[in-house]
């Protein structure tokens, strides 16, 4: 059974800069997760949406998430009956829905959860990321049971990062992708 790579844009999606959308440009086989509302995202509906991403896969999965999508597959995972076949998850920049800079369109995500995840997890963090401290972040993957890598400063670790196809970020992902 082949490993689907599932790419789950943040808040307003990916632009053609953001590594996320270069990754799926170096590989077409890598899916991205469409939202109904990428400007007005509601948590139910969001997890939602993964859940019928995963299910529609029809293989094992590797999750690669940017921001908001990283609190979705939190949620997601509290709920989920398709955890097994979740190989790893990439959880980059996430966010702090708790801050005064979370945007106020975003809907259902003001509380986060701290169970661990039931797969292998990395989160992935900034040091001067504006929407969430350092602190959060390493307490956010202390609870998920991920390990934490942490980048430097990068900003949201988006296409304003300068990462180009970040392959720093791809190599994260080889060994769930075998």
């Given at each position: 059974?082949?490993?689907?790579?599932?790419?789950?844009?943040?808040?307003?999606?990916?632009?053609?800069?953001?590594?996320?959308?270069?990754?799926?440009q170096?590989?077409?086989?890598?899916?991205?997760?469409?939202?109904?509302?990428?400007?007005n995202?509601?948590?139910?509906?969001?997890?939602?949406?993964?859940?019928?991403?995963?299910?529609?896969?029809?293989?094992?999965?590797?999750?690669?998430?940017?921001?908001?999508?990283?609190?979705?597959?939190?949620?997601?995972?509290?709920r989920?009956?398709?955890?097994?076949?979740?190989?790893?998850?990439?959880?980059?920049?996430?966010?702090?829905?708790?801050?005064?800079?979370?945007?106020?369109?975003?809907?259902?995500?003001?509380?986060?959860?701290?169970q661990?995840?039931?797969?292998?997890?990395?989160?992935?963090?900034?040091?001067?990321?504006?929407?969430?401290?350092?602190?959060?972040?390493?307490?956010?993957?202390?609870?998920?049971?991920?390990?934490?890598?942490?980048?430097?400063?990068?900003?949201?670790?988006?296409?304003?990062?300068?990462?180009?196809?970040?392959?720093?970020?791809?190599?994260?992902?080889?060994?769930?992708?075998?």
């Amino acid at each position: 059974m082949q490993t689907r790579v599932l790419i789950l844009p943040g808040y307003g999606d990916s632009d053609a800069q953001h590594w996320q959308s270069r990754w799926q440009q170096l590989h077409p086989d890598f899916i991205r997760v469409q939202q109904s509302d990428w400007l007005n995202p509601e948590c139910a509906t969001w997890v939602q949406g993964l859940e019928d991403a995963v299910r529609a896969a029809d293989s094992n999965v590797v999750l690669v998430a940017h921001s908001l999508s990283c609190l979705v597959i939190a949620h997601w995972a509290q709920r989920t009956q398709l955890g097994a076949r979740v190989r790893g998850a990439l959880l980059v920049a996430v966010p702090d829905s708790c801050s005064a800079v979370f945007p106020d369109t975003i809907k259902g995500f003001a509380h986060t959860p701290s169970q661990p995840l039931s797969f292998p997890s990395i989160v992935v963090a900034s040091s001067d990321d504006p929407y969430a401290s350092l602190h959060y972040t390493q307490d956010r993957a202390a609870e998920w049971g991920s390990r934490l890598v942490v980048i430097g400063d990068h900003g949201h670790i988006n296409g304003d990062s300068g990462l180009g196809g970040w392959e720093q970020g791809q190599a994260l992902i080889a060994s769930w992708r075998k």
